[in-house]
Nanobody, 126 residues
Framework: QVELVESGGELVHSGGSLRISCAFTGPSFSLYHMAWFRQAPGLAREYVGHLNAGGGTGYEDTVKGRFTISRDIPKNTYYLQMNSLEPDDTGVYYC????????????????????WGHGTQVTVSS
């Protein structure tokens, strides 16, 4: 069984930076693909970016060049470093993972992931 716990969300000013974390509990951390999603008020949850089991990353166009996903394998933790934050980045940020052997479908689709955290709120003020 895998558990994910996000942390680090807070209120920041436009143009600021923030790093949020996703702590992974369970076996074989490095064998999982992971992704960050976010949900703004009144909108559907959307893909932000991913880090695959091999360490490769990809990002949604509106965050490319501003956001960076990384992992610390000894600490079983994923990170999302967010720079040049904008009010449109406001939302609840979720991490999600799937074991690479169970992966089906698109890396950008919610349904491809087996385990989810409960989210952390990021608010960017203008």
């Amino acid at each position: 069984q895998v558990e994910l716990v996000e942390s680090g969300g807070e209120l920041v000013h436009s143009g600021g930076s923030l790093r949020i974390s996703c702590a992974f509990t369970g076996p074989s951390f490095s064998l999982y693909h992971m992704a960050w999603f976010r949900q703004a008020p009144g909108l559907a949850r959307e893909y932000v970016g991913h880090l695959n089991a091999g360490g490769g990353t990809g990002y949604e166009d509106t965050v490319k060049g501003r956001f960076t996903i990384s992992r610390d394998i000894p600490k079983n933790t994923y990170y999302l470093q967010m720079n040049s934050l904008e009010p449109d980045d406001t939302g609840v940020y979720y991490c999600a993972v799937v074991h690479h052997q169970r992966f089906r479908g698109s890396i950008k689709q919610e349904g491809s992931y087996y385990y989810w955290g409960h989210g952390t709120q990021v608010t960017v003020s203008s």
